[in-house]
């Protein structure tokens, strides 16, 4: 994979992080390069950038994945659906105004890209992590050497337990895209992150 600042084309998909919301996010657009078909992930905030790069790749907007329902997450989602034909999806109860609340262990095809949603309460009591082959999308649960904050040690024991059962069953090499800070992978973190000693 090559990884130019923010275009990445890997495993046969187009993926660009954007920085989005007024407390700034990573948010991802991922496409199915066949298709055009598009998706993007925490709609924290819509800008000229995104519009620009959906209409200069000729991609079709068709879907919006949210990990959890804070406003950070979400700050953006009544712009993409006046803008775009859009179906939303979050865990369930975390966002009132999405077409599909999950569980976990759905399948969401998009275009033919084919994506996993995975159960990462703690954080918030639904949260959601979608993974893709070769990576995943991790939102709050899981950053590069930590984790998201919890309100108890319960949560936090939960949060860790889904982390450890969901995201680091998938492959080493699995590049985990989180919503704050740098990317890693999934090797980096199940060995080296210290909540998981």
Known sequence: ASYTGYRIM???????????????????????????????IDPGGFSAEIEAFLKERHIVLQYLFITHGHWDHTEGLADFKSRYQVQSYAGEGEVSAVNHSLLGGELIEVGHLRFHTLSIPGHTPCGIAYSVPGC????????????????????????????????????????VFPAHGPMTTVGVEKYTNPFFR
């Open 136 to 175: 995943v999308f991790t939102g709050d649960a899981l950053f590069c050497g930590t984790v998201g904050g919890t309100s108890s040690l319960k949560d936090a024991r939960r949060q860790i337990e889904h982390i450890r059962k969901h995201i680091f069953s998938l492959p080493d090499e699995t590049m």
């Open 10 to 40: 890997m495993n046969g998909l187009i993926l660009r992080r954007f920085t989005v919301g007024s407390y700034p996010i990573n948010s991802y657009l991922v496409a199915d390069p066949m298709t055009r078909i598009g998706v993007f």
